[in-house]
Structure formats: C-alpha cells, structure tokens
C-alpha cells in the first residue's frame, strides 16, 4: 500500500513556483521535498508527501489525526524509528 505522510513545511527554496523544494518535518524527522504538486504551500502549512513529493496541502488537524492514525498502525517506523513514537511537531497539545 502506498501511503502520503503528513508533515510541516520547515522552509522552501526557489523562485518557480514549479521547481521549489524545501523541508519539511514529519514528527521530528527532516527531508528535502519537491513542491511541483503543490506550489501554493507555504512555510508553516502542512502537506501531504508521497514518494518525496507534497502532493497537497492540508489543515492541521487533518495532518494531525492522520499522523496518529499512522503511528498507531505502525507505518511510520519505515520512515524512522523515532518517528513511531514521537508526537508530531505540530500537536497544540497532548495527543488523545
């Protein structure tokens, strides 16, 4: 199954909006990611990412009940061990 990971948007490079990439967080852990799916994402939104591509931007309250829905089925330990575990950067509060 493929999944799209939810994660904060750190920072973006770049002047085409088509080309840009930038960083984004995924619940402590940072990658590089292309923004050519999703040009209107800005610093502090939060995406979806798939195969290393935001595909779309969402809330954050969707990024986050999808990062614990993640969590609790175990598919974040590919992305990194600690991620499995952590809350994501982006919680306002404690995790239910």
Do not use: N, Q
Not at 7 to 22: E, T, W
Not at 30 to 50: N, Q, R
Not at 70 to 77: A, Q
Request: hydrophobic share 40%.
């Amino acid at each position: 199954m493929c999944l799209a990971i939810p994660g904060k948007v750190l920072d973006l490079h770049g002047d085409d909006p088509f080309l840009r990439s930038g960083r984004v967080s995924f619940g402590g852990v940072v990658k590089e990611i292309s923004f050519t799916c999703a040009p209107e994402a800005k610093v502090g939104d939060y995406v979806l990412v798939h195969v290393g591509v935001a595909i779309s931007v969402i809330d954050e309250k969707e990024a986050e009940e999808t990062f614990r829905y993640l969590r609790e089925m175990g598919e974040l330990t590919e992305l990194a061990p600690e991620a499995a575990t952590a809350s994501p950067p982006f919680a306002s509060g404690p995790t239910p």
